[in-house]
């Protein structure tokens, strides 16, 4: 069993950064692959980025590629999306997610999910 809850979330203007942390507890943290979504008002969720377990490597949306940046720190057991130049359409509720699945952009493969924090981006 894994359960993960988001934190960081706030309004900046547009531009600033903004660092979300998901906290993860349950004993297979390492196994998963560790991922962000987002929705924006009036939309369906976004797949943003993934980072997997077994090499590292990660996964980025086009929209977020070089602005975002996600890491794992498995001693706190904590997942961490790093948000640079932010923009008035990255405003939205993210949410992190476990897969077990492979660098995965589908909502279906996620099997945990956090309640969402709320990013807000002021023009």
């Known amino acids: 069993q894994v359960q993960l809850v988001e934190s960081g979330g706030g309004l900046v203007q547009a531009g600033g950064s903004l660092r979300l942390s998901c906290a993860v507890s349950?004993?297979?943290?390492?196994?998963?692959?560790m991922g962000w979504f987002r929705q924006a008002p009036g939309k369906e969720h976004e797949f943003v980025v993934v980072?997997?377990?077994?090499?590292?490597?990660?996964y980025y949306a086009d929209s977020v590629k070089g602005r975002f940046t996600i890491s794992r720190d498995n001693a706190k057991n904590t997942v961490v999306l790093q948000m640079n130049s932010l923009k008035p359409e990255d405003t939205a509720v993210y949410y992190c997610?476990?897969?077990?699945?492979?660098?995965?952009?589908?909502?279906?493969?996620?099997?945990?999910w956090g309640p969402g924090t709320q990013v807000t981006v002021s023009s």
């Open positions: 980072i997997n377990w077994s090499d590292d490597r990660t």
């Open positions: 349950g004993r297979t943290f390492t196994s998963y692959n």
């Open positions: 997610a476990a897969t077990l699945r492979y660098s995965s952009s589908s909502l279906m493969d996620y099997e945990y």
